[in-house]
C-alpha cells in the first residue's frame, strides 16, 4: 500500500467515524440509547460492520459519543468569545451545554455503568467542563458584566438542576426563563452607598 493509499484510508475512516458519531448524537438526542444501532449505520451511510468494526459494543459508541459532546462543547469557548461579548458568548455557551445535558441524560444508564469503571475520567471531564466555564466567567468580569465572586463549578451545578427540573423538549421555554434568572445572579452586585444622611 502506498503512503497517498494509506492516508486516504485514514481520512476515509476518520469521515467514517464522524458520520457514525453524528448519526448516533441524533438518535441518542431523539430514542434514547436503546435505538438501533443498524439505523443509526444507515443514516450515517455506512454498513452494519463499520459501526461495529469502530465501536464493538453498544457502550463504547455510547461513551465516545459523550466523549465528544465534551470536546465540542469545551472547544467552542474561544470561538464564543470572539464572535461575541462575553455575557451573549455565557449565554450561547450554557444553552448549548443544557443541550449537552439532555444529550448525556438520554444515555444516563449506559454512561453511569462506563463511568463506574473509571472514576478518573468522570472528574477529568467535570474539570474540562468547569474550566471552560470558567473561562467564559472571566472574560465577563473583565468586562464588567459578570460579577467577582462567581464560582465556576457552581454555576456547573446550577445548570445541572436546570437540565432536571427542565430537560424535556416541551420545557424549552422554562429552561429559558431559569437561564435568564441565573445570568440576572450573575450580573454585578450594585455598590453599597456608605454615606450617610
Known sequence: MTEEA????RADAKINQDRLL?????????DGVDTSLREIAKDAGVGIGT???RFPTREDLVWVVYRSEVDRI??????????????????TW??????FLATKRAMADVLKAALARDDDQ???IRDRLTTALATLLAAGVAEGSIRTDVAAFDVVM????????AAEPDQRAQAARQVDLLMYALRPLPSRSTGRG
Request: charged fraction near 20%; glycine fraction near 8%; hydrophobic fraction near 50%.
Open 6 to 9: 494509506g492516508g486516504r484510508l
Open 22 to 30: 453524528n448519526a448516533a448524537r441524533r438518535a441518542f438526542a431523539r
Open 51 to 53: 459501526l461495529y468494526r
Open 74 to 91: 469545551c472547544t467552542s469557548v474561544a470561538e464564543l468569545l470572539a464572535q461575541h461579548p462575553p455575557v451573549t458568548a455565557l449565554r
Open 94 to 99: 450554557m444553552e448549548s451545554f443544557l443541550e
Open 122 to 124: 468522570r472528574l477529568e
Open 158 to 165: 446550577a445548570l445541572g438542576g436546570i437540565a432536571l427540573v
